[in-house]
């Protein structure tokens, strides 16, 4: 993959507007990634949640609701979503803006708490634990990939890259794991460039990159491409198709652009906090017909 130009290529604004849906994490986007990682030298609790639970899930919830107290009165963000989600698969949110996709990432990610139901991920209950127990968890399985692409500036793409690895006492093989994600995002040749010196859709892949560092069990994406413009945007998402087919990592796309969310295998349609479908994506049933 080329280097794209950085001119044209960004464009302005969230997708996610809402102030409700932004204000639902409980942790700053940065400090979901340093904090858990920080945290990860510690053993991390093996609590299995109770009754019937399929082994081949990485993400399960149960009738989880999320309210809030504005002006007086109680505003409900989510409510009695219910689904499954199986390892290794590629599952997209989609739906207007303040429909709920951000304020259910947060909640399926553990950062932060619904106001009922359950949440497991990869067999664990997220109910029960702590602050610090859920950050250990996403520091050993979860990677993030946010819209504002959240690069550290004084440091190189590849020094950005290492940070997770580094974070989790394997410095021996940070600099060779992030080489070789380099090349795998089709920059190779831009390690050495700080974030300033890279165009947006760059600075995006190296995010992605990092993401991938760590070799995450599932990555949850929050509007990846919505400060690019279309064709830098469709790039990106079909890196992340492929790193989700090649390393099995579980993959849950939050997007608010249809075309985007087509290459996901699963589609999750919410509205006023509900979901109102639940549907394999059209690149999904063209791959199942041509089967």
């Known amino acids: 993959m080329g ?8 464009k302005g604004g969230r997708g996610e507007g809402e102030a409700l849906e ?4 409980a942790e700053p986007l940065q400090a979901a990634i340093s904090s858990g990682a920080a945290a990860s030298a510690r053993p991390i609790l093996d609590m299995m949640p109770e009754g019937a639970f399929s082994r081949t899930s990485m993400i399960r919830c149960e009738s989880l609701t999320k309210t809030y107290r504005s ?4 505003l409900t963000v989510l409510n009695g979503i219910t689904f499954e989600l199986e390892a290794r698969g590629f599952l997209a949110i989609v739906g207007p803006s303040g429909s709920g996709k951000s304020t259910l990432l947060a909640l399926l990610a553990g950062l932060d708490r619904a106001t009922g139901g359950r949440v497991w991920l990869d067999g664990q209950d997220l109910g029960p634990l702590t ?3 859920r950050a250990r968890l996403r520091a050993a399985k979860v990677g993030f990939v946010f819209q504002s692409f959240h690069l550290i500036p004084t440091l190189t793409a590849r020094e950005n890259i290492q940070v997770p690895l580094e974070l989790r006492g394997q410095d021996r093989e940070a600099r060779a794991r ?3 994600l380099l090349a795998r995002v089709g920059l190779a040749d831009r390690g050495h460039h700080y974030p300033a010196q890279l165009s947006g859709g760059e600075q995006q892949r190296v ?4 993401a991938f560092s760590h070799r995450p069990r599932i990555l949850f994406a929050d ?3 919505g400060n690019l413009d279309a064709a830098t945007g469709a790039n990106v998402i079909a890196l992340m198709d492929e790193l989700n087919r090649e390393l099995g990592t579980t993959l849950v796309l939050v ?10 295998r699963r589609m999750l349609r919410l509205l006023d906090g509900r979901i109102v479908s639940d549907t394999a994506a059209p690149a999904a049933r063209t791959a199942e017909a041509r089967a």
Do not use: F, Q
């Open 3 to 10: 280097r794209e130009s950085a001119a044209g290529e960004e």
């Open 223 to 225: 509007e990846p491409t």
């Open 178 to 180: 992030a080489e070789e």
């Open 131 to 133: 602050e610090d127990e």
């Open 207 to 210: 995010a992605l990159a990092r």
């Open 22 to 25: 932004a204000g639902s994490r």
């Open 255 to 264: 997007t608010h652009d249809p075309d985007l969310a087509s290459r996901a």
């Open 71 to 74: 002006g007086g009165r109680e």
